[in-house]
């Protein structure tokens, strides 16, 4: 059975970073997109960040652009996604997803999803 297993989630206050880190059991991401997902309470899951099999192409929501850095190290089977600036804003539980379809900001599009870490950043 496939496993993504998100790490390096936490507290943190505005201005700090977090690094988010996904490992693959049982699959070799370098054959599938990887994204990064967050859902906030109250609001629905939404697209962060998604990086190519090749890593040649990244992609990510405006509200992170310049903050937000996804990569990813095939030899390792691992993705990351490094946050800077964080603000209370990018408070949610944040998912790692695997998947091959076309539309890298659809959740529909990844057919792997971690368990999920919490960040949370206080004011």
């Known amino acids: 059975q496939v496993e993504l297993v998100e790490s390096g989630g936490g507290l943190v206050q505005a201005g700090g970073s977090l690094r988010l880190a996904c490992a693959a059991s049982?699959?070799?991401?370098?054959?599938?997109?990887m994204g990064w997902f967050r859902q906030a309470p109250g609001k629905e899951r939404e697209f962060v960040a998604a990086?190519?099999?090749?890593?040649?192409?990244?992609y990510y929501t405006d509200s992170v652009k310049g903050r937000f850095t996804i990569s990813r190290d095939n030899a390792k089977n691992t993705v990351a996604l490094q946050m800077n600036s964080l603000k209370p804003e990018d408070t949610a539980v944040y998912y790692c997803?695997?998947?091959?379809?076309?539309?890298?900001?659809?959740?529909?599009?990844?057919?792997?999803w971690g368990q999920g870490t919490q960040v949370t950043v206080s004011s």
């Open positions: 997803a695997s998947g091959s379809q076309p539309l890298v900001r659809a959740s529909t599009s990844y057919d792997i």
């Open positions: 049982r699959r070799a991401l370098n054959r599938y997109l």
């Open positions: 990086i190519t099999n090749s890593g040649s192409n990244v």
